[in-house]
């Protein structure tokens, strides 16, 4: 599920992932609000004690619009990559490696049996890779 925008009748508009609008929070209820809006993530969390947005008794959606994932930063987790690393799968943040196959089952798929993979690195650029990273280890 990626990144939505929410807006209400009243103007209000929030940034997230997964929302619904339910039944008040305590919190809510102990300010003469019967609903709430809530989310799986909040790009904005709520503050405390709440768990969700506050909604006047008359306030409403209008619209929730699928947006760019770039609008939801610490709601939207990018997938890891990995590459095939001397027969090992390995997220590409490990050896700053190109990050090749986009999933661990699809390098796993790839990477498992000998010579069965078309974009693994060879022992060279493996070898060359941890002669590069020693390299740096030397320089700090």
Not at 20 to 47: D, I, R
Not at 98 to 103: A, D, L, M, R, V
Request: hydrophobic share 30%; glycine share 8%.
């Amino acid at each position: 599920m990626g990144c939505q925008r929410v807006t209400t009748n009243h103007g209000r508009s929030w940034y997230g992932v997964g929302f619904a609008v339910t039944g008040s929070s305590p919190a809510c209820a102990s300010l003469g609000y019967s609903q709430m809006l809530s989310a799986q993530c909040f790009e904005y969390p709520p503050p405390e004690p709440y768990v969700g947005w506050c909604f006047y008794n008359d306030e409403y959606i209008v619209s929730l619009e699928d947006v760019a994932d770039s609008l939801c930063p610490s709601c939207i987790v990018p997938p890891q990559k990995y590459d095939c690393i001397n027969g090992k799968c390995e997220k590409k943040s490990v050896y700053g490696t190109p990050g090749i196959f986009n999933s661990l089952d699809e390098c796993q798929g790839r990477c498992a049996a000998p010579n069965a993979c078309d974009k693994c690195l060879t022992n060279a650029e493996y070898n060359s890779i941890i002669s590069e990273i020693d390299h740096l280890k030397g320089c700090q």
